[in-house]
């Protein structure tokens, strides 16, 4: 049976730590913990949006988020730091240049030392105090929950990069474009499969007749590179795909997330159970199209995915509609 909880409106991004739900949203930081939510910070956006939030896992007072600068410099990513579980925030100066072109918002904290911090082309090795620019990597995304536990990114032409140095040093692991006919493309998300070695890509592919998001599936050890196709939002023809996760307990269960932006997408949130081979739509805008397995509300216009490693809990982060979590299927 389906359970979709929904609450804290505006949400743009979260993250997990032990028990912890930390939700960054349109009014500050809430954390989630034992069905309580508490509010964090006093933060207030009234001209900027934040977009991504990492918390240290070591320390949670250490948090790093990004945020679009104003109403007249929308287009252009920052990133502060706090030490001190939000009561004062550090703006690092750093900005963005390749999210526009290249890829999308990314923050993460190195599963092997966490002294090192990612956020969009940079990255930190004394939690955030310091920051210097990686060389062949714009994005860090995820990274590999066992064996030598590597990076995965992308460089600034669209390429899958990967690293066993902490972001010192990047070598790319899909050579080719994905799609043959596009101008240029570019990242959003990364997902890692990483008990067939199988990486599964958002790729922004740009043509003279404008852009669209597909997925993409890449066989590591084969260097094959195989396109799935997912359902379709019913008004624009395609989905807008923003995030996609692999749960590490259960690897042939792939989650894709998208959102309308000016409308409610009829294809909030997909699910595969067989490593992309097929795919529900677990929730829609009330659209007839498509049987809506989540019969209540949540869900809707998701931006972003996380899901506990330990448990397999899955955590959207769905802009107005706040942010919620769904049943596994392996406990349906």
């Known amino acids: ?47 900027r949006w934040p977009q991504m939030l990492t918390v240290s896992k070591s320390n949670p007072n250490h948090m790093v988020y990004e945020f679009r600068g104003s109403v007249t410099n929308y287009f252009t990513t920052l990133v502060n730091v706090t030490f001190d579980g939000g009561k004062t925030w550090t703006d690092t100066g750093l900005k963005a240049k390749y999210e526009e072109s290249s890829t999308y918002y990314s923050s ?19 939690k955030g105090y310091t920051w210097q620019e990686m060389n062949g990597c714009v994005a ?3 990274y590999n929950y066992t064996g030598k536990k590597e990076l995965y990114g992308a460089n600034k032409d669209g390429h899958v990069v990967d690293s066993y140095d902490n972001g010192d040093t990047w070598k790319i692991v899909t050579k080719n474009k994905f799609s043959n006919s596009s101008t240029s493309e570019k990242i ?58 692999v749960d590490p307990k259960s690897t042939s269960v792939v989650y894709v997330g998208g959102a309308g932006d000016y409308f409610s997408a009829s294809t909030g949130l997909l699910r595969s159970v067989d490593g992309g081979d097929t795919w529900r739509v677990l929730t829609t805008a009330n659209n007839p199209n498509y049987e809506e ?21 899955v955590w959207l982060a769905s802009g107005c509609y706040g942010y919620s979590t769904i049943n596994l299927p392996y406990q349906e």
């Open 293 to 313: 397995w989540a019969t209540n509300k949540g869900g809707y216009e998701v931006s972003c995915i996380g899901i506990d490693p330990r448990t397999g809990k």
């Open 188 to 245: 959003y998300d990364l997902a890692y499969d990483h008990v067939n070695n199988y990486m599964y890509m958002v790729d922004r592919e740009t043509y003279s007749w404008g852009g669209i998001e597909r997925i993409y599936k890449y066989d590591i050890n084969n260097d094959k590179c195989t396109r799935i196709d997912v359902p379709r939002d019913t008004e624009r023809g395609f989905m807008r795909i923003r995030s996609i996760a």
């Open 140 to 142: 860090v995304y995820t």
């Open 1 to 47: 049976m389906a359970s979709v909880e929904a609450s804290t409106k505006g949400v743009t991004g979260l993250d997990v730590v032990g028990n912890v739900i930390y939700v960054q949203t349109l009014d500050g930081i809430y954390t989630l913990e034992n069905d309580t939510i508490t509010k964090i910070t006093n933060d207030t956006y009234d001209t």
């Open 108 to 126: 993460l904290q190195s599963i092997t030392d966490p002294n090192v911090l990612f956020a969009q082309e940079y990255y930190s090795k004394d």
